[in-house]
């Protein structure tokens, strides 16, 4: 048995009951369950349509994004989610390169190494080089004045937790933003690379190992044991290359507003719906979410 979800924008909330009943019919699935009015709805199907690839592209041009998961074990027992343009709306080392006066050249690494263009560790040494002699107070100005959660994320987080799952931010990106980011919207664990500074200024190197890809699989990995499920039992999101390989192991893997190669490759790719979408692929309705 598998579950199909239609998630809409929540801004836009125009999910048509008529598109939902339509599939539903056209798929010979069970009753269909609305999460939220306007926004997402579920069905069962026995089987999945051979055309479903083509139906989900299709229904992503207008708008709607569409799952297909098997229907046992949806809901999750760990969130492993990314930090930069998943968790929060910016990529921090971009930021930081604006107020270093690198702002464009770093941007265009970062673009290609989130695509999957450049090998992540070489991109991240270059891109930190170019840091180097910044004061590392502008970590603080950038925090305050330039970071910006996404829209959804901290609704997801408190969610999962009062159902009793473990949340874990763990990012390619630096310690001195995952703690912050970690704390605000409530993770239980972080895990990121450290930026050096020496007498307050950055040297433009970081502490290895890096934690590029393999130590994002390395991290899904390592929490599933010390927590004794699998990772048939998580659910991951991000967006960028760097994340590809452990959202293809994950129970779900999501694909939240993604680079091409990411979206392309991920088992659940996620356009137009923001984070709380991880929610209803779970089976959460908009009712049982929790205050953030």
């Not at 930026?195 to 190992?209: K, N, Q």
């Not at 979206?263 to 209803?280: E, F, K, N, S």
Request: charged share 20%; hydrophobic share 50%; glycine share 10%.
């Amino acid at each position: 048995m598998f579950t199909i979800t239609l998630i809409a924008s929540p801004v836009r909330r125009d999910l048509d009951p008529a598109l939902v009943t339509s599939l539903r019919d056209a798929w010979g699935g069970g009753g269909a369950l609305w999460l939220a009015p306007d926004e997402a709805a579920e069905f069962d199907v026995a089987v999945l349509p051979g055309n479903l690839s083509e139906i989900a592209a299709g229904l992503r041009a207008d708008g709607v994004d569409l799952a297909a998961q098997p229907a046992d074990n949806r809901c999750k027992r760990l969130l492993l989610a990314d930090m930069d343009s998943t968790m929060i709306e910016q990529e921090c080392i971009d930021e930081l390169a604006e107020m270093a006066g690198v702002g464009p050249r770093v941007a265009a690494i970062t673009a290609r190494a989130m695509n999957g263009e450049l090998d992540f560790e070489g991109a991240l040494l270059e891109r930190v080089g170019l840091l180097a002699g910044l004061d590392a107070a502008v970590i603080d100005r950038v925090m305050e004045e330039r970071i910006t959660m996404a829209p959804g994320g901290a609704t997801l987080v408190a969610t999962m937790r009062a159902a009793g799952a473990h949340t874990a931010l763990v990012s390619g990106g630096f310690t001195a933003f995952t703690s912050r980011v970690a704390a605000q919207l409530g993770f239980d664990e972080h895990r990121a690379n450290t930026l050096i500074a020496a007498d307050g200024i950055l040297t433009g190197d970081v502490g290895r190992p890096i934690l590029g890809r393999e130590a994002k699989i390395a991290a899904l990995s390592d929490i599933c044991v010390r927590l004794g499920i699998d990772a048939g039992d998580a659910i991951v999101v991000g967006d960028g290359a760097n994340d590809l390989g452990m959202i293809q192991r994950a129970g779900t893997g999501v694909a939240l507003h993604a680079k091409p190669v990411v979206a392309d490759q991920a088992p659940v790719r996620i356009d137009h719906g923001d984070l709380t979408a991880l929610l209803y692929l779970q089976g959460y309705s908009r009712e049982a979410f929790a205050s953030a």
